[in-house]
């Protein structure tokens, strides 16, 4: 189903805020980042390159087609638009979009590690599977290529050496899955570091996902099991964290 279309009023005061959110949280520091939200069928409202996401004023916003073109705005889009563009024609129901690096979740992105197993029921019924996608050059064509095959499955997904990124119906529920992701790596990092990481067993996940009146079930699963059949990262997952109990091994000499 294709999203309902906010105003530019409402989109640009959305992404002032949430660029905001994300500055003032540690997301996103000095011009990184990029937003955009869907405003029509062949409009995208999005914020500009080399500008700081946390100071942003609705009057700074870029409005581009669904092929880059630029038809409003001061200033040139994120140099990141191509990935966003990309990521609209793939999931025609997505409305928004956030790029951000997150700085905990973008360290497992640097290590090489998903986040992938099945740990918190809150992260698996809002989230599901964090994967990560292979390297691209940023602002090229490279990037949303590589990008694509996971964002059919995932709304949320970490970019090797590079972020994050998470989709939503609106910027809002973008956002929160951001907030999710970074809030999810503190905790699998941590509990790591403590010792290990115990992921629930397939059958509690089979509950969780057959809760009467639960949200629906998120797009990807950790791929750990045979619980999840949307998920597209099967036999990737670093299992009950063996992967990031190599990487915080290394940091610490063990």
Known sequence: MMPSYPTGTEAADAIVDVGRLLYEKNLIVATEGNLSIRIAPNRILTTPSGRCKGRLRPWDLITVTNDGGKVGGRGNASSEILLHLSLYRERPEVGA?????????TGFAVAGVPLADCVLPEVILTVGSVPLTPYGTPSTDELPERVLPTARKHDAFLLKNHGAVTLGKDLWQAFHRMEMVESFAKIVFTAQSLGRVQALEP????????????????????????????????????????????????????
């Open 97 to 105: 979009v956030a790029h951000a690096h997150p700085p905990t979740a």
């Open 203 to 254: 059958a509690d996940v089979q509950k969780l996902l057959q809760l009467e009146n639960g949200p629906e079930p998120p797009r990807g699963g950790c791929g750990n099991c045979s619980v999840c059949t949307r998920c597209s990262n099967k036999k990737t997952s670093p299992g009950k964290g063996t992967a990031v109990g190599e990487v915080i091994d290394r940091i610490a000499g063990r």
